[in-house]
C-alpha cells in the first residue's frame, strides 16, 4: 500500500559549492529527459532539457549529463544559491507515447 | 503573461460531494493533462488530452474525469471524492517554448485538495 510521509531525498551544500542532483530512470524507450525544480508553493518550473542522441547539455549555471548505458541522468548546479533551495524533479518521456513519467524528487537545501 | 491557471488554490471537501477543479491556458497548446503530487512521490499523470474532444488515461486515472470542449479549458471533475485523493493537484500544457524547437511543459500553481 501507500507510505504515508515518505521523506524525499536532501541534498544539502553551501552557497558556492556545486550541487549534483542524480536521478535513475527505467524506461529504455525514452528518449527525451528533463529536469524540473519546484518551489515551496507553486508548480514545477523547467530547468533544462536533453535529448536522447546527446549525453551532455549546458545551460546558465546548469548542466545536464545522460548516461544511456545505465540509463541515469545528473544535473549540475555551479555556484549554487540560496534561490537555488527546492526540490528538483527528473522527467523522462517517450516522445513515440508522449508520455512524460516523473521520478520522486530530490530535496536541495542550500546553506548560507 | 503566458500562463497556466487553476482554480481554486484550496479545497477542502467532504467525501461523496462533487467537485470541479479548473485549468486554464492562454498560450493555444493543444496538449494539457492533469497531475497528482502526493509527498514523496513525483507527479503522477491522471489524464491527458491532445487535442479538443480528445482525452486519454494517465497513469491514475480511477475516480477522476476530465472534459476538453475547447482548446483553451481543461477541468478536473471528481464525481463522488475519496479521501485518498487528498492531494496536490496540478494542471499543464505543453507546446513550444518562445524561440524554440523544443516543446515544454507549462504548470499550473496547483491545488490543495482535502477530502474529509
Known amino acids: 500500500g501507500e507510505s504515508v510521509g515518505l521523506h524525499l531525498p536532501t541534498l544539502s551544500v553551501q552557497e558556492g559549492d556545486n550541487s549534483i542532483i542524480n536521478c535513475a530512470y527505467s524506461?529504455?524507450?525514452?528518449?527525451?529527459f528533463i529536469w524540473y525544480k519546484q518551489e515551496s508553493g507553486k508548480g514545477p518550473q523547467f530547468i533544462i532539457d536533453?535529448?536522447?542522441?546527446?549525453d551532455k547539455r549546458q545551460g546558465q549555471r546548469v548542466t545536464v549529463l545522460l548516461n544511456k548505458t545505465v540509463k541515469h541522468l545528473s544535473l549540475q548546479i555551479a555556484a549554487t544559491q540560496p534561490g537555488d533551495s527546492a526540490v528538483y524533479f527528473c522527467a523522462e518521456m517517450d516522445t513515440g507515447r508522449r508520455a512524460l513519467t516523473f521520478g520522486s524528487g530530490t530535496r536541495l537545501q542550500v546553506q548560507p | 503573461e503566458a500562463q497556466v491557471t487553476q482554480n481554486p488554490r484550496y479545497l477542502i471537501t467532504v467525501t461523496g460531494k462533487k467537485l470541479t477543479v479548473t485549468c486554464s491556458q492562454n498560450?493555444?497548446?493543444?496538449?494539457m493533462s492533469w497531475y497528482r503530487q502526493d509527498p514523496g512521490r513525483g507527479l503522477r499523470q491522471i489524464y491527458y488530452s491532445m487535442n479538443v474532444e480528445v482525452t486519454d488515461k494517465g497513469d491514475v486515472p480511477e475516480g477522476y474525469k476530465v472534459s476538453r470542449k475547447e482548446k483553451r479549458n481543461f477541468p478536473l471533475i471528481l464525481e463522488s471524492p475519496s479521501p485518498n485523493q487528498t492531494s496536490l493537484y496540478f494542471c499543464?500544457?505543453?507546446?513550444?517554448?518562445?524561440?524554440?524547437?523544443?516543446?515544454?511543459?507549462?504548470f499550473g500553481s496547483g491545488t490543495q485538495l482535502s477530502v474529509l
Open positions: 536533453i535529448r536522447s542522441n546527446m
Open positions: 498560450m493555444n497548446h493543444e496538449y
Open positions: 524506461n529504455s524507450a525514452s528518449d527525451y
Open positions: 499543464a500544457s505543453k507546446g513550444l517554448a518562445a524561440g524554440t524547437n523544443n516543446e515544454k511543459l507549462f
